[in-house]
């Protein structure tokens, strides 16, 4: 019984890694699609967040099951209450990618990144997909200094996001408005996404330490 | 032994209720301060945010000690499980009713709502709004009749927020950049708030039927 029980737990780390992959990979292609307006390429990054959310379902299905039938207790138990909520956030970053993608998509054949902000949102692009790099390492290692690493990341993120907007409401940019609505949703989808991984990293230490702190 | 454990289903449901309740408060404050450059309101949006999650946090403890305590399983389970996801939707709308008046404060004197858009934010707002009152009144029924309401007035929510982007890139406005941000910044944080509204009716359903469709 304790075996099958090790089993399970196992099932649920290792669905939690693929997800984070998928999520990985998805946001690696949308900064591509989003930096090159690769209308083929946005459209892989909008099928891999379906096949994301089907994924996230199935793990939340069997961490439900496990919680009915094996009843885990101590940190088993925060590994399941953490899976249902990592799940819900990779699902999240897989929609935030997808968006991204979007963008690119809606302004093809030009490009969504208004002037003067391509080596911000290259740079963006870099840090979210080095987040999601990050979560992978630290669902597969269970590494508590990975945790931090994310959220060293996620401050330099919070300060291009302040960035954007202060050239956003510069003159340069400002006869442009599709631009700066583009430019405005780009950057706090980029955010976000930083917010989720940091959300993942805390259940993770959640899960290894028992504390959010 | 049972009758601890209706008891500890019925704090669950109590408190959820309860973080509800401030939500929508803090909805209503929020489209008040952003509609009136009300900055006295924005304040008690951001001190309410803070508030709701603390009582947040509480109520994941609740679930956790429960879920190891009593080892619920059927519906006692997906109340636990609602529960969990259900206090991060709840945390999140109030952080977007905080987003939202953060953006009357920043902009004080002024208002934050460009000319021309003053009636379709006050219509989102009171769409906010009325779907935070179906999430308490569902909370506190159980009545799955509401659950459908909360998604029908999403609905409407998200033509306006297609609308406030067709007008934002209308002549009248694209001169004035910083509306053009704050327009689309708003019109976001109304539309996920109507998101996070369906999130927590659709676990209500879960609870109540045992499938999320």
Redesign the interface.
């Known amino acids: 019984m304790r075996e099958v029980f090790q089993q399970s737990l196992h099932e649920v780390q290792e669905r939690l890694v693929r997800i984070a992959e998928l999520v990985e990979e998805a946001i690696e292609n949308a900064t591509t699609a989003f930096g090159n307006s690769d209308v083929a390429v946005a459209e892989q990054v909008i099928d891999a967040a379906d096949e994301i959310e089907t994924l996230a379902?199935e793990l939340d299905q069997l961490t439900?099951d496990i919680?009915?039938r094996q009843?885990p207790?101590?940190s088993d138990?925060?590994l399941?209450?953490g899976a249902?909520?990592m799940s819900?956030s990779l699902e999240r970053m897989a929609d935030l990618a997808q968006h991204i993608a979007q963008l690119a998509r809606y302004r093809y054949p030009e490009s969504a990144i208004p002037k003067g902000l391509k080596k911000t949102f290259v740079r963006m692009g870099a840090l979210d997909v080095e987040m999601a790099s990050k979560i992978v390492e630290v669902l597969r290692t269970q590494d508590p200094k990975v945790i931090a690493e994310v959220r060293d990341l996620d401050d330099d993120l919070d300060e291009l996001h302040a960035k954007v907007?202060e050239k956003?409401?510069s003159d340069k940019?400002?006869?442009n408005?599709?631009g700066?609505?583009d430019a405005?949703?780009a950057s706090?989808y980029h955010e976000r996404f930083g917010d989720h991984a940091v959300g993942v990293a805390k259940q993770m230490q959640f899960f290894l330490s028992g504390s959010?702190d």
Do not use: H, N
């Open positions: 379902a439900i919680l009915a009843q207790v101590a138990l925060r399941m209450v249902l909520r819900a907007f956003v409401l940019l400002s006869a408005p599709t700066v609505v405005t949703l706090r959010l």
